[in-house]
Protein backbone atom coordinates (compact mmCIF):
# COMPACT_ATOMS: atom_id res chain seq x y z
CA UNK A 1 0.00 0.00 0.00
CA UNK A 2 2.67 2.37 0.58
CA UNK A 3 4.65 1.53 -2.59
CA UNK A 4 0.82 2.56 -4.37
CA UNK A 5 0.52 5.77 -2.16
CA UNK A 6 4.16 6.93 -3.92
CA UNK A 7 6.02 6.66 -0.07
CA UNK A 8 9.70 4.68 -0.46
CA UNK A 9 10.87 2.96 2.81
CA UNK A 10 12.72 5.71 4.09
CA UNK A 11 9.62 7.44 4.45
CA UNK A 12 8.32 4.80 6.54
CA UNK A 13 11.39 4.55 8.41
CA UNK A 14 11.23 8.36 9.26
CA UNK A 15 7.58 7.97 9.99
CA UNK A 16 8.26 5.22 12.41
CA UNK A 17 7.82 6.87 16.22
CA UNK A 18 10.14 6.68 18.62
CA UNK A 19 9.34 5.42 22.51
CA UNK A 20 8.83 9.20 22.94
CA UNK A 21 6.00 9.76 20.30
CA UNK A 22 3.57 7.47 21.87
CA UNK A 23 0.94 10.00 20.15
CA UNK A 24 2.03 8.65 16.84
CA UNK A 25 0.60 5.56 15.20
CA UNK A 26 2.23 3.15 14.29
CA UNK A 27 3.32 2.95 10.78
CA UNK A 28 1.26 0.27 9.34
CA UNK A 29 -2.55 2.08 11.12
CA UNK A 30 -0.75 5.23 10.02
CA UNK A 31 -0.32 3.89 6.06
CA UNK A 32 -4.00 2.18 6.62
CA UNK A 33 -5.11 5.88 7.47
CA UNK A 34 -3.95 7.81 4.66
CA UNK A 35 -4.74 4.79 2.13
CA UNK A 36 -8.27 5.12 3.34
CA UNK A 37 -8.43 9.08 2.82
CA UNK A 38 -6.68 8.53 -0.66
CA UNK A 39 -8.74 6.11 -2.14
CA UNK A 40 -11.47 5.59 0.02
CA UNK A 41 -11.15 1.66 -0.27
CA UNK A 42 -11.19 0.00 3.11
CA UNK A 43 -7.43 -1.66 3.32
CA UNK A 44 -7.98 -5.35 4.43
CA UNK A 45 -11.32 -5.86 3.15
CA UNK A 46 -10.19 -6.94 -0.40
CA UNK A 47 -9.83 -3.34 -0.94
CA UNK A 48 -13.47 -3.05 -1.61
CA UNK A 49 -14.39 0.53 -2.80
CA UNK A 50 -15.93 1.91 0.70
CA UNK A 51 -18.32 4.22 -1.18
CA UNK A 52 -20.78 4.73 -4.12
CA UNK A 53 -18.86 7.54 -7.00
CA UNK A 54 -20.93 10.24 -9.02
CA UNK A 55 -19.22 11.07 -11.97
CA UNK A 56 -15.58 13.07 -11.73
CA UNK A 57 -16.40 13.31 -8.02
CA UNK A 58 -12.42 14.61 -6.50
CA UNK A 59 -10.74 12.62 -3.78
CA UNK A 60 -11.14 14.09 0.03
CA UNK A 61 -8.64 15.92 -0.51
CA UNK A 62 -9.00 16.98 -4.33
CA UNK A 63 -5.99 15.64 -6.02
CA UNK A 64 -6.18 13.07 -7.73
CA UNK A 65 -10.43 11.89 -8.97
CA UNK A 66 -11.90 8.48 -7.40
CA UNK A 67 -13.40 7.62 -10.19
CA UNK A 68 -9.95 7.78 -12.68
CA UNK A 69 -9.27 4.99 -10.24
CA UNK A 70 -12.17 2.84 -10.62
CA UNK A 71 -12.62 3.70 -14.34
CA UNK A 72 -8.91 3.13 -15.00
CA UNK A 73 -9.07 -0.10 -12.63
CA UNK A 74 -12.53 -1.86 -13.39
CA UNK A 75 -13.38 -1.11 -9.95
CA UNK A 76 -16.57 -0.17 -10.15
CA UNK A 77 -19.22 -2.18 -12.65
CA UNK A 78 -22.10 -0.66 -14.53
CA UNK A 79 -24.62 -0.84 -11.61
CA UNK A 80 -23.06 0.95 -9.74
CA UNK A 81 -22.42 -1.67 -6.56
CA UNK A 82 -19.19 -2.01 -4.64
CA UNK A 83 -17.00 -4.21 -6.27
CA UNK A 84 -15.06 -7.78 -5.38
CA UNK A 85 -11.89 -7.75 -7.77
CA UNK A 86 -8.70 -6.80 -5.81
CA UNK A 87 -6.14 -4.30 -6.97
CA UNK A 88 -2.80 -5.29 -8.39
CA UNK A 89 0.18 -4.03 -8.02
CA UNK A 90 0.73 -4.23 -12.13
CA UNK A 91 -2.62 -2.23 -12.46
CA UNK A 92 -1.05 0.86 -9.75
CA UNK A 93 1.76 0.83 -11.46
CA UNK A 94 0.36 1.38 -15.16
CA UNK A 95 -1.96 3.46 -13.71
CA UNK A 96 0.48 5.56 -12.13
CA UNK A 97 2.92 5.82 -15.43
CA UNK A 98 0.19 7.12 -17.20
CA UNK A 99 -0.50 10.06 -14.64
CA UNK A 100 2.51 11.04 -15.26
CA UNK A 101 2.25 14.43 -17.48
CA UNK A 102 5.36 16.42 -18.52
CA UNK A 103 7.04 14.62 -15.81
CA UNK A 104 4.66 15.43 -12.98
CA UNK A 105 3.15 12.97 -10.59
CA UNK A 106 0.59 13.63 -8.24
CA UNK A 107 1.22 13.32 -4.66
CA UNK A 108 -0.41 12.84 -1.32
CA UNK A 109 0.15 16.17 1.07
CA UNK A 110 0.86 13.56 3.82
CA UNK A 111 4.07 12.59 1.71
CA UNK A 112 6.94 13.59 3.79
CA UNK A 113 8.58 14.11 0.67
CA UNK A 114 5.73 16.38 -0.81
CA UNK A 115 5.69 18.02 2.36
CA UNK A 116 9.81 18.87 2.48
CA UNK A 117 8.59 20.29 -1.56
CA UNK A 118 6.15 22.49 -0.23
CA UNK A 119 8.88 23.72 2.70
CA UNK A 120 11.57 24.29 -0.12
CA UNK A 121 8.61 26.18 -1.92
CA UNK A 122 7.77 28.71 0.83
CA UNK A 123 11.98 29.33 1.50
CA UNK A 124 11.87 30.17 -2.20
CA UNK A 125 9.27 32.73 -2.01
CA UNK A 126 10.50 33.73 1.17
CA UNK A 127 14.17 34.69 -0.31
CA UNK A 128 12.38 36.67 -3.46
CA UNK A 129 10.70 39.19 -1.08
CA UNK A 130 14.00 39.08 0.83
CA UNK A 131 15.74 40.13 -2.31
CA UNK A 132 13.52 42.43 -3.80
CA UNK A 133 13.69 44.13 -0.11
CA UNK A 134 17.36 44.26 -0.74
CA UNK A 135 17.41 45.74 -4.37
CA UNK A 136 15.28 48.68 -2.80
CA UNK A 137 17.41 49.08 -0.14
CA UNK A 138 20.67 49.05 -2.83
CA UNK A 139 18.44 51.49 -5.09
CA UNK A 140 17.80 54.20 -3.08
CA UNK A 141 21.60 54.22 -1.55
CA UNK A 142 22.65 54.50 -5.67
CA UNK A 143 19.70 57.30 -5.93
CA UNK A 144 21.63 59.67 -3.87
CA UNK A 145 24.88 59.44 -6.12
CA UNK A 146 24.50 61.91 -8.97
CA UNK A 147 25.44 60.45 -11.78
CA UNK A 148 23.15 57.43 -11.72
CA UNK A 149 19.70 58.29 -13.86
CA UNK A 150 17.90 55.17 -13.11
CA UNK A 151 17.89 51.48 -11.33
CA UNK A 152 15.75 49.12 -12.44
CA UNK A 153 15.26 45.11 -10.84
CA UNK A 154 14.62 42.57 -13.42
CA UNK A 155 15.34 38.78 -13.81
CA UNK A 156 13.74 36.39 -11.24
CA UNK A 157 13.15 38.73 -8.17
CA UNK A 158 10.93 41.28 -10.44
CA UNK A 159 8.89 38.30 -11.83
CA UNK A 160 6.32 35.97 -10.29
CA UNK A 161 8.28 32.83 -9.15
CA UNK A 162 8.30 30.04 -12.41
CA UNK A 163 8.10 26.16 -11.46
CA UNK A 164 10.68 23.98 -12.96
CA UNK A 165 12.27 20.09 -12.27
CA UNK A 166 14.03 20.00 -9.77
CA UNK A 167 17.62 19.74 -9.72
CA UNK A 168 18.08 17.25 -6.62
CA UNK A 169 17.94 13.72 -7.44
CA UNK A 170 14.95 12.72 -4.97
CA UNK A 171 12.96 15.39 -5.78
CA UNK A 172 13.32 15.02 -9.61
CA UNK A 173 12.44 11.39 -8.81
CA UNK A 174 9.21 12.51 -7.69
CA UNK A 175 8.05 14.83 -10.56
CA UNK A 176 6.88 17.04 -8.64
CA UNK A 177 7.68 20.72 -10.09
CA UNK A 178 9.45 22.97 -7.66
CA UNK A 179 9.43 27.06 -7.62
CA UNK A 180 12.44 28.58 -9.12
CA UNK A 181 15.17 29.65 -6.18
CA UNK A 182 16.67 32.97 -6.56
CA UNK A 183 20.32 33.43 -6.47
CA UNK A 184 21.24 36.37 -7.22
CA UNK A 185 19.44 40.27 -7.37
CA UNK A 186 19.98 41.49 -11.19
CA UNK A 187 20.05 45.65 -10.77
CA UNK A 188 20.22 47.37 -14.19
CA UNK A 189 21.76 51.18 -13.23
CA UNK A 190 22.06 53.72 -15.77
CA UNK A 191 24.95 56.13 -15.24
CA UNK A 192 26.34 59.03 -17.03
CA UNK A 193 30.24 58.40 -15.68
CA UNK A 194 31.94 55.67 -15.20
CA UNK A 195 33.62 57.80 -12.15
CA UNK A 196 31.21 57.07 -9.95
CA UNK A 197 31.58 53.38 -9.60
CA UNK A 198 33.45 53.43 -6.47
CA UNK A 199 30.86 55.37 -4.49
CA UNK A 200 28.46 53.10 -6.10
CA UNK A 201 30.59 49.93 -4.57
CA UNK A 202 30.54 51.59 -1.23
CA UNK A 203 26.85 52.52 -1.36
CA UNK A 204 26.10 48.64 -2.09
CA UNK A 205 28.23 47.90 0.92
CA UNK A 206 26.47 49.89 2.65
CA UNK A 207 22.64 49.03 1.69
CA UNK A 208 23.16 45.40 2.63
CA UNK A 209 24.64 46.18 5.88
CA UNK A 210 21.82 48.50 6.51
CA UNK A 211 19.51 45.99 5.84
CA UNK A 212 21.14 43.43 7.89
CA UNK A 213 20.88 46.03 10.54
CA UNK A 214 17.13 46.49 10.31
CA UNK A 215 15.59 43.76 9.51
CA UNK A 216 18.24 40.97 9.91
CA UNK A 217 18.33 39.55 6.01
CA UNK A 218 21.13 38.69 5.46
CA UNK A 219 22.63 39.58 1.27
CA UNK A 220 26.18 39.50 0.64
CA UNK A 221 27.37 42.46 -1.81
CA UNK A 222 28.78 40.10 -4.36
CA UNK A 223 24.89 38.74 -4.43
CA UNK A 224 23.73 42.14 -5.96
CA UNK A 225 24.64 41.67 -9.85
CA UNK A 226 24.59 45.63 -11.03
CA UNK A 227 24.66 45.82 -14.99
CA UNK A 228 26.18 49.40 -15.79
CA UNK A 229 23.48 50.81 -18.94
CA UNK A 230 24.79 53.51 -21.04
CA UNK A 231 22.03 56.72 -21.02
CA UNK A 232 20.24 57.64 -23.80
CA UNK A 233 21.87 54.51 -26.14
CA UNK A 234 20.93 51.76 -23.33
CA UNK A 235 23.83 50.16 -24.25
CA UNK A 236 25.10 47.31 -21.74
CA UNK A 237 28.67 48.22 -20.97
CA UNK A 238 29.69 45.65 -17.75
CA UNK A 239 29.03 44.84 -14.36
CA UNK A 240 30.05 46.40 -11.16
CA UNK A 241 33.00 44.41 -9.93
CA UNK A 242 32.63 42.84 -6.40
CA UNK A 243 36.51 43.89 -5.76
CA UNK A 244 37.57 46.77 -4.30
CA UNK A 245 40.96 46.81 -6.05
CA UNK A 246 41.20 46.23 -10.09
CA UNK A 247 42.48 44.45 -11.27
CA UNK A 248 42.69 42.20 -8.44
CA UNK A 249 45.10 39.60 -10.22
CA UNK A 250 41.73 36.31 -10.03
CA UNK A 251 41.28 34.44 -13.20
CA UNK A 252 38.37 36.17 -14.04
CA UNK A 253 39.88 39.49 -13.92
CA UNK A 254 41.90 37.96 -17.49
CA UNK A 255 38.72 38.43 -19.65
CA UNK A 256 39.47 40.71 -22.48
CA UNK A 257 38.63 44.32 -21.63
CA UNK A 258 37.48 43.06 -17.96
CA UNK A 259 38.80 46.74 -15.70
CA UNK A 260 40.06 48.81 -18.97
CA UNK A 261 37.34 50.92 -17.35
CA UNK A 262 38.69 50.23 -13.50
CA UNK A 263 36.03 48.85 -11.32
CA UNK A 264 33.82 47.61 -14.70
CA UNK A 265 34.17 43.76 -15.10
CA UNK A 266 33.43 41.82 -17.87
CA UNK A 267 32.65 38.29 -18.84
CA UNK A 268 33.47 36.09 -21.76
CA UNK A 269 31.08 35.49 -24.15
CA UNK A 270 28.41 37.45 -22.03
CA UNK A 271 25.51 39.42 -24.01
CA UNK A 272 22.61 41.08 -22.07
CA UNK A 273 19.37 40.54 -23.85
CA UNK A 274 17.79 44.02 -24.29
CA UNK A 275 14.46 42.18 -23.95
CA UNK A 276 15.14 41.38 -20.51
CA UNK A 277 14.31 44.77 -19.34
CA UNK A 278 11.17 45.47 -21.13
CA UNK A 279 8.93 47.69 -18.81
CA UNK A 280 6.61 44.44 -18.45
CA UNK A 281 9.33 42.33 -16.95
CA UNK A 282 10.87 44.78 -15.01
CA UNK A 283 10.37 47.04 -11.72
CA UNK A 284 11.52 50.78 -11.39
CA UNK A 285 13.29 51.52 -8.04
CA UNK A 286 14.44 55.19 -8.52
Request: proline share 7%; net charge positive; glycine share 6%.
Amino acid sequence: MARELGLNPRSLIKNSPSPQQQWKLPVKQWIHEIYQKKTGIIPGKNRQIARSLKQNEPAANGSIPLQAYANKLSLMPDNEHSAQEVTTMADWEVYADELRDDSELLWLPESPLYREIQKNNQRAQKRQEDFHLAGQYVAQAFEQISGVEKVVLFGSVAQPLLEEKPRYRKYHHAGIPMLHECKDIDLAVWVSDSGYLRAMQKARSRAVKQLWQQHGIGVAHHQVDTFIIEPGSDRYLGRLCIYSLCPKGKPECRVPDCGSIPLLRQHKNFELNTSALAPERTVLLV
